[in-house]
């Protein structure tokens, strides 16, 4: 009794002194202390590789520090891995999704967890699946907790992240981008989860991109940069605080207007057309695009504007309608035709679908390029490409050789962006084009497109996040239920219009 | 009801399907087919396969694959042959060696956990150690395996059930039990995601330990059965049965990805393989174009799973 009468009045639960975590020859976070309060959100703010994932990492018990101590209650502690955190309140939701495809949804939710275990650890799996439709239905999730977890959405798979960490109870909650995949609907569900959840005392770290997210949810904020952190916002703070300087304060320097400038002029001449494409997921959808603008494709998950992308390019079929692209009609055949056709994709989940990660920088950027299969590189003329698009991306100070997954989301996508760029595309097609990349590099990727677009390109960008396309569209289309539901143009480019139209109204 | 069931159970229908048109493929090579005794040699025979399937199916679980099968096999065999028949004392040999298998498969399991190694290539080399082994302790066929050991494995209970069937079933029984409880639940979540399984606070060294053990466990029960069969030891017995095990399984619809199949499709898995192996016996097949139809069978078979899984993606 005594112990937890101590432990409650305290009013920190979890304190980090001259915590320190060195990667071969970079420091990743460098004496860092500070303290965790109950019953708050604390934002984490940083740029990618400021040090937040690994701060996460050692909280959660997945690194241990090379020097600091960490303490829980109190009570110094030394995980020897992430189980032990976990048992002891500890529960993340992290950033790369660690779901068992094969596993179902409940399975998942409890995995690992034996508060439902029998005698001779037999599942109770009748509290299994009762319990697990209960936290989803609080997150507002309608699935099946008997599907297995590969037949769910990215949203729906996140959601289940969210749903394993919550089943735990825990006292300390990290979400570290858990609000990448999700709509602004299904955030908004899981702002009140956590609400609910600060409110009986849980203490919440929050890591989010998103710097409206942060405004709106977090009470405190810790500021990281190069593995320190350079400032620590309490509630007075934060209630004064902009999302502007949130950002002045992660970068260090002041930021110019986030998204560039709409397009200049823009000829008439019709780029693209497609006149209603109909197959399991589209219901006759009709747009027409001009070169040299950037145009959103807005909607909740799975409404159909991901689909059309892949109809474009050839990796879903397509039953009826027509397409024509430069006034010569165009048939989805396979990404090979797609591109040949003038077509370019960026995928949304780029680590498994847009870059090779295990291949290097070079080999990645040129993979687009090659004309004949069996031609001979030409290696002195593949260096000058790559110079030439690195220059023009701008792709940190990596080395030519070096592997693609040891670079930061942000450069792992302008290298995406870059493997298409010698290939001469003519529209464009992004899933999620900042999807987990900081700010700075969201500004630069985002004056990039638009510098493309003026060359007469045309860009046709999906994003669920609705700031980020009132930002850079020209025009969006709205999609709802497989159909277009609205076009916004001009004036109309504002929140309001848009989150109704995405809602469907 | 039954639609349920063919929704739940529907994958492994196929396999179902080979194995009744072997059986009458095997019916029709053989006189009085349908006679119990004949029945009762099939069982006999078909066991071992069985055992294997299963074995090489905890380890393709984990998302590994088993190469030292066939080694082990042949390790356990000459064992047999060379120790036996020392009357009472024979049981606890033979659980000895039972358990020596065991621990065999368990230390290349804890290579591949400890130091991160594909399985493949570690149960490759293992499988170059074993064979040493085995040929230090019996270089020639040889050895003898009593009746004191042969007649209870090959006996039928009641005169109706074989006791190999009765050990198979006993083992299947086993296997769904453990599936119901958490360890059943790890086995899939480390072999279908083993980082996040660590990164979900999972023991995931308490899987590897319980699939390389069962997987050790039925390997030697394999070459126990194996052993009572030709009442003699073979240094070379379990080379082909590496490709044997890995083809069961895969025909039994369990990937190569982990964390996915069912152990009773292995089953009907390998008493397929074992009546192939049977009826390419009876038609006189030489050993040499047998091998070519096993290895062709393989590859059949991974490309149907293949096949049928982007049928459902679709």
Redesign the interface.
């Known amino acids: 009794m005594e112990i937890s009468a101590r432990t409650t009045n305290k009013e920190y639960i979890l304190a980090l002194e001259g915590v320190s975590k060195r990667f071969g020859g970079t420091l990743a976070l460098s004496d860092t202390t500070l303290t965790l309060p109950r019953g708050k959100v604390v934002a984490l703010v940083g740029e990618n590789g400021a040090g937040k994932s690994t701060l996460i990492n050692i909280i959660s018990g997945?690194f241990r520090p090379d020097s600091g101590t960490i303490e829980l209650d109190g009570e110094p502690v030394q995980w020897t891995?992430?189980?032990?955190?976990?048992?002891k309140g500890i529960a993340?939701v992290?950033q790369e999704?660690?779901?068992?495809?094969?596993?179902t949804v409940a399975?998942n939710v409890?995995?690992?967890n034996?508060e439902i275990?029998l005698r001779?650890?037999?599942?109770d799996r009748e509290t299994m699946h009762r319990r697990t439709g209960e936290i989803l239905e609080m997150l507002g999730l309608k699935i099946d907790a008997t599907v297995s977890a590969n037949d769910l959405s990215l949203a729906e798979q996140q959601l289940v992240e969210v749903a394993?960490a919550l089943v735990w109870n825990p006292r300390i909650l990290i979400l570290d981008e858990a609000t990448s995949a999700l709509d602004p609907n299904q955030v908004k569900r899981l702002f009140d989860a956590v609400r609910k959840l600060r409110d009986s005392g849980v203490a919440i770290i929050f890591v989010s991109h998103r710097m409206y997210e942060i405004e709106e949810i977090a009470n405190q904020a810790l500021v990281l940069k190069d593995g320190r952190i350079v400032a620590s916002l309490d509630d007075e703070a934060m209630k004064n605080t902009t999302q502007d300087m949130l950002v002045e304060a992660m970068l260090g320097r002041a930021v110019e207007a986030v998204f560039p400038n709409k397009a200049t002029a823009r000829s008439k001449e019709v780029l693209l057309d497609v006149e209603g494409l109909v197959n399991d997921q589209l219901r006759g959808v009709s747009m027409q695009i001009l070169p040299g603008e950037i145009v959103g494709l807005a909607g909740l998950r799975g409404h159909g504007q991901e689909e059309l992308l892949r109809v474009l390019f050839g990796i879903c079929p397509c039953k009826q309608g027509k397409v024509n692209l430069g006034n010569r009609p165009y048939v989805s055949r396979n990404p090979i035709h797609a591109i040949k056709s003038g077509f370019a994709y960026v995928p949304a989940d780029r680590k498994t679908q847009g870059v090779a990660q295990e291949l290097s920088i070079e080999v990645n950027l040129t993979s687009v390029t090659k004309k004949r299969m069996y031609s001979r590189i030409r290696f002195k003329e593949e260096r000058d490409t790559i110079r030439e698009i690195r220059r023009s991306l701008n792709i940190g100070q990596s080395v030519w050789n070096q592997q693609v997954r040891s670079l930061s989301g942000g450069n792992q996508q302008k290298v995406v962006l870059g493997k298409w760029l010698k290939s001469d595309f003519k529209v464009l097609l992004m899933d999620e084009p900042t999807r987990g990349i900081d700010v700075a590099t969201k500004h630069e990727i985002y004056e990039f497109l638009r510098a493309l677009a003026e060359t007469g390109v045309a860009i046709v960008a999906v994003s669920t996040d609705t700031l980020e396309l009132l930002g850079i569209s020209d025009r969006i289309y709205v999609f709802y239920e497989g159909g277009i539901h609205a076009m916004l143009e001009g004036e109309a480019l504002n929140e309001a219009s848009l989150t109704s139209a995405i809602m469907g109204v | 009801m039954p639609k349920k069931m063919l929704k739940k159970h529907g994958d492994i229908l196929p396999i179902i399907l080979i194995l009744i048109s072997m059986f009458l493929i095997t019916m029709t090579l053989q006189s009085n087919f349908w006679s119990v005794s004949n029945f009762q040699v099939l069982a006999r025979q078909l066991a071992p396969y069985v055992f294997i399937a299963m074995a090489q199916t905890m380890v393709l679980l984990l998302g590994g694959m088993d190469m030292a099968l066939g080694s082990l096999v042949s390790f356990a065999n000459v064992m047999f042959a060379s120790t036996l028949g020392h009357g009472a004392l024979d049981l606890i040999t033979i659980l000895g060696i039972l358990a020596l298998c065991m621990v065999m498969s368990a230390i290349s399991g804890l290579v591949v956990y400890w130091f991160k190694l594909p399985a493949i290539v570690v149960s490759l080399a293992f499988s170059f150690i074993w064979s040493g082994v085995a040929l230090r302790v019996m270089s020639v066929p040889g050895g003898h395996i009593p009746n004191t050991v042969v007649g209870p494995l090959t006996a039928n209970i009641g005169g109706v059930l074989p006791a190999p069937l009765l050990l198979i079933v006993l083992f299947i029984a086993f296997w769904y039990l453990v599936k119901?409880?958490?360890?059943g639940?790890?086995i899939?979540?480390v072999?279908?995601?083993r980082?996040?399984?660590?990164?979900?606070?999972?023991?995931v060294l308490k899987a590897y330990l319980f699939s390389y053990c069962f997987s050790g466990l039925m390997i030697g029960m394999a070459a126990l059965l194996l052993s009572a069969i030709t009442t003699s030891g073979d240094p070379n017995i379990g080379g082909p049965l590496t490709i044997n095990s890995v083809t069961a399984a895969v025909l039994g619809g369990v990937a190569f990805s982990g964390?996915?199949g069912k152990m009773i499709g292995s089953v009907v898995g390998g008493m397929v393989v074992g009546m192939l192996v049977n009826v390419l016996f009876y038609l006189r097949v030489p050993g040499h174009y047998t091998y070519v139809v096993e290895g062709g069978i393989l590859i059949f078979a991974v490309a149907a799973n293949l096949i049928r899984e982007r049928g459902k993606r679709a």
């Open positions: 997945l891995g992430p189980a032990q955190a976990i048992k993340v992290h999704l660690t779901l068992f495809p094969n596993l399975e409890f995995a690992g034996n275990n001779f650890g037999r599942i394993k | 119901r409880t958490s360890m639940v790890l899939y979540a072999g279908n995601n980082e996040g399984a660590f990164t979900s606070g999972l023991p964390g996915k």
